[in-house]
């Protein structure tokens, strides 16, 4: 019976799992790699997006090859093939976005590489900055974190503070706890840039009134992004806080401490 994987449907850590199982990385490009290559392409062309479901099988199964380990070229081909999903054939609806979200999920598997992918991608005016494509560039941030590229890190945290998309705001926090592994000063100066903006938020909701438009819309805000920010922080910190005033007062005793 042929193995039908899909990202999304079928868990990406079992995906892992079964490409460390593999064989040692081949001295030879693959051929099969390069086949698949040249399918998903035939999909991404499709004007009629009739072929979408056979792409994202394409990229499960290109994505376990990577895993598995293959020769330099096919992962430089690999990666190529997943940024022409975003930039080649018909752009599909907003709502049709599948194809996408599951180069992306790749992609965010692919290190400095993938991560310059997503970030062109979320740049790019074919995704603008508009309420029907929030959810996608939801997913290229939260891919993006997930590549742990640490050059990154400024440009999601600006995102985090800046971006006014109160969702966009969220996934961007989300993304950056992705970097609990790096380095404690890379992970005290994410820190310090989520409760900056996390503080702004909070004194502004307690101030809460019956005319207080700014208050309501920053507890508005607070409930788009709190919970994945608190999960980001908890990550990075080792500590688990649910409301501002806590982290920052965790924080102003720590911060010059060993985290």
């Not at 064989?23 to 399918?39: Q, S």
């Not at 290190?111 to 029907?132: I, Q, T, W």
């Not at 608190?230 to 409301?243: E, P, V, Y």
Request: proline letters at 4%; one cysteine or more.
């Amino acid at each position: 019976m042929r193995r039908m994987l899909l990202i999304g449907t079928f868990p990406l850590f079992a995906l892992m799992a079964m490409a460390t199982a593999q064989d040692p990385a081949p001295k030879e490009p693959d051929k099969e790699v390069a086949e698949k290559i040249a399918t998903l392409k035939e999909c991404v062309l499709d004007r009629k997006m009739a072929r979408d479901d056979e792409g994202r099988r394409l990229i499960d199964e290109l994505l376990l090859k990577l895993q598995a380990g293959v020769h330099p070229k096919d992962a430089t081909a690999i990666c190529k093939a997943l940024e022409d999903v975003f930039t080649k054939g018909k752009l599909r609806p907003p709502d049709q976005t599948s194809l996408y979200v599951a180069a992306a999920a790749a992609l965010g598997y692919c290190g400095e590489d993938g991560a310059k992918v997503l970030k062109k991608a979320y740049d790019s005016k074919r995704f603008p900055d508009k309420k029907e494509w929030v959810p996608l560039r939801e997913q290229l941030l939260k891919y993006l974190g997930r590549t742990k590229d640490e050059s990154m890190v400024k440009f999601l945290c600006n995102e985090a503070r800046r971006q006014p998309e109160a969702a966009l705001q969220a996934a961007a926090g989300e993304a950056l706890g992705n970097f609990e592994e790096s380095k404690e000063e890379i992970r005290k100066e994410i820190v310090g840039e989520l409760l900056i903006r996390y503080g702004e938020l909070a004194e502004l909701a307690s101030q809460m009134g019956s005319s207080n438009i700014e208050a309501q819309n920053a507890q508005d805000r607070l409930a788009t992004l709190s919970d994945k920010w608190n999960t980001a922080l908890a990550k990075l910190t080792r500590q688990n806080f649910t409301a501002f005033r806590d982290w920052q007062a965790w924080y102003n005793k720590n911060r010059t401490q060993p985290w």
